[in-house]
């Protein structure tokens, strides 16, 4: 009996492994099939601006539009195409150079930041322009700002050496004389965190 039920546990335990090795091998196919298929849109609000992980030129950029999205890419597409999206930013993020389109933001290399909304958070809200021609300014969607580095101050000391206590008298005129300061940063032509490339896509349609 022993021997039997030893058998049968053995035969058992063959049938899961092969079993477990079929399913295994199934999956990776129909993760990669998955991975084939365009990816069924995202109930998210019109208007919704997401990072993206992906590639968005050519065939990329149609698939994310057949899927309701458009790259943030300062493109303009016709209003008719996109009614919905027209009616949540209008031309916040700049005019248009034909009549029946709208623009999109344009947020190729730059940082995405909340609106202040009043809040004081950033001082210098009011003095935001736009983010291309016709856009919004100030404490408002769409509207830019230049890079900039806060004021501050740093002592320096200037170099010398003690003298040996003898002097003499000399006229030196009335000329000021100026040392130029200098502070030496870490490389680099902009002020900017340790950060990482992604593609900014903007929800534009829901597609039934």
């Avoid at 990329?60 to 057949?66: N, Q, T």
């Avoid at 050496?161 to 009335?174: A, D, F, K, L, P």
């Amino acid at each position: 009996m022993k021997r039997i039920f030893g058998a049968a546990i053995a035969i058992l335990l063959s049938v899961t492994l092969i079993f477990g090795i079929e399913v295994n091998s199934a999956s990776a196919t129909d993760i990669q099939a998955d991975c084939d298929q365009p990816v069924s849109p995202a109930e998210v609000p019109i208007g919704t601006i997401t990072a993206y992980g992906g590639v968005v030129t050519g065939s990329d950029a149609r698939d994310l539009e057949s899927q309701g999205w458009l790259v943030c890419d300062g493109e303009e597409h016709l209003t008719r195409d996109y009614e919905e999206l027209y009616c949540k930013i209008g031309v916040y993020f700049g005019t248009p150079s034909r009549p029946g389109y709208f623009r999109v933001p344009d947020l190729r290399g730059r940082f995405v930041r909340g609106v202040d909304n009043g809040t004081g958070r950033d001082p210098d809200a009011a003095d935001r322009t736009v983010s291309a021609t016709g856009g919004n300014t100030g404490d408002r969607v769409g509207s830019f700002q230049e890079d900039a580095f806060k004021a501050h101050t740093h002592n320096f000391k200037v170099g010398g050496q003690n003298g040996s206590g003898h002097y003499n008298t000399v006229g030196v005129g009335s000329e000021t004389n100026i040392q130029d300061a200098k502070m030496i940063a870490r490389g680099g032509s902009e002020t900017r965190p340790i950060n990482v490339y992604v593609n900014w896509i903007i929800k534009a349609k829901d597609i039934k």
